[in-house]
């Protein structure tokens, strides 16, 4: 794999192939060390990258500013070889030290191994990422880096062939970067891994994936793995051709190889690079030392010619026979360079230890000092004695250490009065605040791009506002959207040249083209991912899944990468992606779409947006459009038709979110509800009046933030009594919703009437419109469970009907 000028090997000088062994020695050795200190119990769990050192120094040669990563849990040495993590930052994430400096990836979030570069400034904003060299936050479900990869991947192509994207120097450089992935052998198997090349393929991006092969997925060898036990052989249909045929570009190489690694990785960077299309490398014939991870050893399932193999062929043993035969280094430098690896190691776990140490140790000596007031001043002070004992005695203390210890004190002097007392208070009250920025901060934006803080701004009509069916009202907005923003595109099946199948981008990939507006295949979680990867590179991407209940092939991806980005790197990372879909009310089993409390308990961290009109629906996109977060909008699949009027302001009147809508005013019954079943509770409610039954009827509007003013319990106040419906099964969304008003908002002190719910049926609705009659709730269901409420409390006026 030579080119015509000298190979890499030969043009690198000494002194940088040593710096390489240098750090390959230091990773190496942080693995040994960190195995260790969760063996000490100074670490609850380890997974590291020894055995993979030598590949990833050669990748790392040709990673430059601007490019991004999206690897996995064992790219250690990586991120050491492009100076985005240091050896005290790698022993900050083992401890979970929770300082975003010490351990800037995660904030003592994720476990170790997990990486990410900060992308975001203290404000939230972006920085300029062509300035630096880029990691998205790592996440352990196997091959989840995948789908973000091809969407790392695609942002370069839109950088480089939109010319309206070209003054976003920030962000790209003509679209010169390369998308890094990383994966196992054994993760290979996963659907994502094949939907992710398959359709990096299609789109020709310059994604670059490297696949580090040992042979094992933890104890389970190739050959039950991978057919034919190579994931490049079974993708060699995949390579490309002297024709022109388009492909990806498949290279193998040995792990344990420096040179030949070196060479590979510069050939395949300069294809993936240059002529801007996906590349595979297979590295194989690499070792794991320690198994794979501290949960358990390998010589449990390892041969003992397996074990004598991996012992001759580790990449560190091969890369000094190599430098000792090529006389670029003598034994006794090594040998120093190893030693000082091994110094180095000791030193940075010591400072990460004592910084993660004394961070604790400040609080726990004050939890003590007010322990000791507390049991002086105490008519319990034998109990207070003996709780602050057992503090005193803990050898290796945690933050929850000295909390515990302060809140089972204060139970025993419930009934006193002292300042002692009054100091463990506010110093338990102040650390509980300081904790929760500690462990419970950035699930949403706290930035002043938040979406919460996106200003209302109402639609406004007049006489000659048309009334056109809905999609149209949709079709305006999205078109007003790609005018006014060029980092903003819409992908997903069918919405390009048919501008999707209910024609609210119609016309629109004519008028914007194939960039802006595009097809892509039936590939929910790879559409997803390609969202993901391009709003973590500055872009604005809307992408559709054509209807809600095929949500469940991505709902990993959402749950799992974007909902807890923010979260997972402490306002580090931020994708703002706008989900589209559409549900409810269609029949038949695998249309009804309302699987909505599975999406509230999968991905928090993100907003539901459940308009009940497309109007509603065009007002959330400008909010989402304006903020920083991502969001998923449920657009009603039986509303397209129906008759709205256009806003004046359709590119610029925002809906807010947290606030529900009061649809009718009523005084008996307060009805809480949502998307397609307003028209149907709205009908039951004119039934209702006919019968002297006053019901108020309300539209959350949005799920996730539910109701942020209470007004739903400032309803219930008024009318005594609250009926939760929906479309989705018993204790779905229903249940959500009652939680949030009768616990959270305190609703219950109001109630006359025990608080019901009105879902559907527990199985899918069958096919036809009589199938949907008598599996989701209809206006005589709404009519008939109000009536029961109301005849509970007053049966002479409210009779049973039957």
């Known amino acids: 794999m030579q080119t015509a000028e000298a190979s890499i090997t030969q043009r690198l000088t000494a002194e940088e192939i040593l710096n390489d062994y240098r750090i390959a020695w230091e990773s190496r050795q942080a693995s040994l060390a960190g195995r260790k200190e969760v063996f000490m119990g100074k670490a609850k769990f380890g997974i590291f990258g020894d055995g ?94 995948m789908p973000r990869l091809v969407g790392l991947a695609y942002a370069s192509k839109l950088y480089r062939q939109n010319p309206e994207l070209q003054s976003l120097n920030q962000f790209s450089v003509n679209g010169n970067e390369v998308a890094f992935g990383t994966i196992g052998n054994a993760s290979t198997s996963e659907g994502m891994f094949f939907e992710a090349i398959n359709a990096g393929g299609v789109l020709q991006v310059p994604m670059l994936v490297s696949v580090w092969d040992d042979g094992y997925g933890i104890s389970v060898p190739a050959e039950y793995q991978t057919t034919k036990g190579s994931i490049s052989e079974i993708l060699a249909g995949f390579q490309r051709n002297a024709e022109g045929e388009q492909g990806y570009e498949v290279f193998k190489v040995k792990g344990w190889d420096y040179a030949a690694l070196c060479e590979t990785y510069e050939a395949a960077v300069r294809v993936c690079r240059e002529q801007h299309v996906p590349v595979l490398v297979h590295v194989e014939e690499l070792t794991q030392p320690q198994g794979h991870s501290t949960s358990g050893s390998h010589e449990r399932y390892k041969s003992k010619e397996r074990l004598e193999w991996e012992a001759a062929y580790d990449c560190l043993k091969k890369m000094r026979e190599w430098i000792l035969s090529t006389e670029i280094a003598t034994t006794e430098q090594l040998d120093s360079i190893e030693n ?96 929760s920025d500690r462990f419970n901060s950035y699930l949403f934006s706290q930035s002043d791009e938040s979406a919460l803080l996106v200003e209302e701004v109402k639609p406004e009509f007049d006489d000659n506002s048309p009334v056109v069916d809905g999609r149209e009202v949709l079709q305006a907005c999205f078109d007003a959207i790609l005018a006014r923003d060029p980092r903003v595109f819409a992908i997903g099946e069918d919405v390009g040249f048919i501008g ?70 402490k306002g580090g990372q931020k994708a703002p992606l706008i989900v589209r879909t559409r549900g409810h009310r269609l029949e038949g089993i695998w249309h009804s779409g309302s699987p909505i409390g599975m999406i509230l308990h999968s991905i928090r961290g993100m907003h539901v947006l459940v ?40 590119a610029e009147f925002t809906v807010p979110l947290g606030k529900p809508e009061i649809l009718r005013q009523g005084e008996d019954i307060t009805i809480v509800t949502y998307g397609s079943m307003c028209r149907i509770v709205m009908e039951a409610a004119k039934q209702l009046e006919e019968f002297g039954i006053s019901a108020e009827v309300i539209d959350v509007q949005t799920l996730l933030p539910f109701d942020i003013e209470h007004m739903i319990a400032d309803s219930v106040r008024k009318t005594n009594r609250v009926l939760f419906a929906d479309e989705d099964v018993p204790g779905g969304a229903t249940a959500y919703m009652m939680q949030q008003v009768v616990d959270e908002q305190g609703a219950w002190r109001w109630l006359d009437s025990k608080p019901q719910c009105l879902s559907a049926q527990a199985h899918r ?38």
Not at 88 to 98: E, N, S
């Open 52 to 145: 993979k050192e030598v590949a990833q120094l050669a990748m790392a040669k040709f990673f430059q500013n601007g490019d991004f990563r999206s690897g996995y849990y064992r790219d250690q040495t990586f991120m050491f070889a492009i100076g985005e993590l240091t050896l005290q930052q790698y022993f900050a994430q083992l401890y979970a030290h929770t300082d975003v400096e010490a351990e800037p990836s995660t904030a003592g979030r994720a476990m170790n191994g997990h990486f990410g570069t900060r992308l975001l400034d203290d404000e939230g904003k972006w920085k300029n990422l062509t300035d630096s060299k880029n990691s998205s936050s790592d996440i352990s479900p196997t091959a989840s880096q």
């Open 500 to 569: 999707d199948v209910n024609q609210a981008f119609a016309g629109l990939q004519e008028k914007y083209g194939e960039l802006r507006v595009t097809d892509t295949g039936i590939r929910e979680c790879t559409i997803i991912g390609q969202g993901i990867g391009a709003a973590l590179r500055g872009l604005r991407p809307i992408t559709e899944i054509q209807y809600l209940d095929y949500l469940l092939y991505a709902i990993q991806i959402l749950s799992d990468d974007v909902a807890c980005l923010q979260y997972r790197t």
């Open 765 to 802: 609705p069958p096919y036809s419109s009589d199938g949907d009659y008598f599996s989701k709730p209809n206006a005589e269901d709404v009519f008939e469970t109000v009536y029961e409420i109301l005849n509970e409390a007053d049966p002479q006026a409210f009779p049973k009907i039957y």
């Open 611 to 650: 308009p009940r009109d497309m109007t509603q629906a065009a007002g959330f996109y400008n909010t989402m459009l304006k903020s920083d977060e991502p969001a998923l909008i449920i657009e009603c699949l039986n509303g397209y038709r129906l008759k709205e009027r256009i806003p004046n302001n359709i």
């Open 340 to 435: 000082e690896a091994k110094e180095a190691v000791r030193n940075a776990r010591s400072s990460a230890w004592n910084a993660f140490a004394s961070d604790i140790k400040a609080d726990h000596e004050e939890a003590l000092r007010l322990l000791v007031n507390l049991a002086a001043a105490s008519e319990h002070i034998t109990e207070v004695a003996t709780i602050t004992e057992e503090l005193r005695k803990v050898g290796t203390p945690i933050r929850s250490d000295a909390v515990r210890a302060a809140r089972r004190a204060l139970r025993y002097v419930r009934d006193e009065r002292n300042q002692a007392k009054r100091e463990l208070v506010e110093w338990l009250e102040q650390t509980l605040g300081e904790n």
